[in-house]
DNA sequence: CGACGATTTGAATAGGATCAATGGGAGTGG
DNA sequence: CCACTCCCATTGATCCTATTCAAATCGTCG
């Protein structure tokens, strides 16, 4: 892989802790692709061959059941994902695709789970990322179970907002046919729910939306920090 | 805390690992208690100040927002919970309450970080276990968006049944009202979905409940091994 | 410019929630 | 042991949210 990728890699929470040693073997074996957007990356099922880390882009997470598909995360750079899967020497239960052209790091498993072993600093990186992505799962459990879908549309917002400077506009990461799946709902209710929160101060147009009346839309939204908040 | 009691949290896969001096610093700090039905023993937005260890009855982790409440998941022995709290030094995202009277074992979570850092084998573990309730979750998650109320009551008959030995008839571990949370739905519509799957052999007398077509509960129920199983 | 996919809108439907009322056990106290 | 009470579960009726199906519109990319 190149080596202007790296710094980048290294400074990720879950490598920043180790060994000089442990991080180049790890990296002795990883390499870094570009992939089109809309690829398959891995498939549920599959058996965890590589850890993901996205470091360009955008990847969506989506599982599949009965026909039926829905999209469980976007993973952003610098993000990395199925790390569960890795460790356990398990199959993945969730399939990844690109949602635009990405780059990406793979790191076989094996290595993964060898250096972990050899690591204790990596096992104890390991141990906290892991936490974090739970936890980010279970907020997004308690957001589909405890809330409507205008109020998770609402929140989501309210969240991007704060992610992109809070200048009183955000730009959707993604496609809303994918925000749509990821909030738990149909395009076309998506659609509506936008229309909801129109009164809200909440102005569509395309991938841009203006949030003119946060209070307002907070009012409606009830933000709670042990759902919306990405640090608790 | 009892000694009668050690031997049965030791053989916890996540102690089973560990020194003998390292269990031992644990469990000397730890104390078990027998707490009442329906007691809160946590409250969501709370620190961590305890990793808790459910040895007998059952612990019910449930999560508020907005004058609503809902049921994440139930903890029957041995099952630990709230472990990525205390690991991450943060607040617990649930909260927790005894369904029935129950035996818990608490162990301060200064502790439990503590000997995560002296001992390596209890450090692996702990990662194991995390990455296995972070799969847990992803299978709820999954349960929730891709199907149906109906189906998801059907799987879960199904994997309870399983649980219970495949006698052909399995009892609730836990009240319809509690069910029914669970599964994301009003005790009403768990109702109705009970008589949905009369057609499919299934015969509802109290808590007991009869699978007399699992063929055909099957059809309906489409089980998937990434969402259903509990060791994949 | 034309075609295709994404988004939006409209209408009809379905699934689930809410409200209200009734039945049924389990536990309590006499 | 029995009556009472309370809470859970069930059933019915209605309402509401969200899905589905269909069609129009918008944008983008070749």
């Known amino acids: 892989m190149r080596s202007s990728d790296l710094p980048q890699v290294r400074s990720l929470s879950l490598f ?9 073997a790890l990296m002795q074996t990883a390499y870094l692709q570009v ?48 790390l569960a899967a890795v460790l356990k020497d398990a199959v993945y239960l969730m399939s990844a695709r690109t949602a635009q052209r990405s780059k990406v790091l793979l790191i076989p498993s094996e290595n993964v789970r060898d250096i972990f072993q050899k690591d204790e600093q990596f096992a104890r990186s390991i141990v906290v990322e892991l936490a974090n992505c739970y936890r980010s799962v279970v907020k997004e459990h308690k957001d589909l179970k405890l809330r409507s879908a205008v109020e998770r549309l609402a929140n989501r917002l309210i969240r ?3 992610q992109q400077g809070e200048s009183g506009t955000l730009t959707l990461p993604f496609d809303k046919r994918t925000l749509a799946s990821l909030l738990g709902m149909t395009p076309e209710n998506l659609s509506r729910a936008f229309n909801t929160l129109r009164p809200y101060g909440v102005d569509v147009d395309g991938m841009t939306i203006g949030l003119n009346d946060i209070k307002s839309l907070e009012t409606l939204a009830k933000p709670n ?6 640090l608790t």
Chains 1, 2 share one sequence.
Do not use: W
Request: glycine content about 6%.
């Open 16 to 24: 920043d802790d180790m060994d000089d040693s442990s991080f180049d």
């Open 35 to 82: 992939f089109p957007a809309q690829l398959e990356l891995i498939t549920e099922g599959d058996p965890a061959d590589f850890l993901y880390i996205v470091t360009e882009g955008c990847v969506e997470l989506f599982a599949r059941s009965n026909g039926r598909e829905s999209t469980m995360a976007m993973v952003r750079p610098v993000g990395t994902f199925i």
């Open 160 to 162: 991007m907002h704060k």
């Open 225 to 230: 920090v042990l759902i919306d908040d990405q």
